[in-house]
């Protein structure tokens, strides 16, 4: 299950559009409800701020840990350079692109597509965009 941020909601129907677009389905974390007997919830989607350190956020891991996240995959808009880097064996995924989150280009839609296909590593997923589409793979 891949549960994504929704503090910004433009970041929010941004990545629900894209992955719903590819048969993914996914959840806001403000319906996420976790008590101690719940099991891991699955992958955690935001944005952060360029300054963030996962290694040295300690509000950030306890939260992953309080709500039982397998991975967390973290996108960082505004960086000099596209790169991206795990941490805790994988377990954090930060990926930093070169574009403004406000920038609607097509280089701005190839890096969020990119992240897409690091969010969805192993798992089989199709474009669905188009209703006709959608309709075949139900």
Known sequence: ????????????????????????????????????????????????????DCSKNQEFLTFLKKNKFKKALLLKYSCSNFSYNTHFNGGITIVDIPVEFDDNTNLSLFYLHIFIELILRNEPNYRVLRKKRKNLLI
Request: glycine content about 6%; hydrophobic content about 40%; charged content about 25%.
């Open 1 to 52: 299950m891949y549960i994504i941020d929704d503090k910004n909601l433009d970041f929010y129907y941004r990545i629900l559009h894209a992955l719903n677009g590819r048969g993914v389905n996914c959840i806001p974390i403000s319906d996420i409800e976790v008590n101690e007997k719940s099991k891991p919830v699955g992958t955690f989607i935001a944005n952060v701020d360029q300054s963030f």
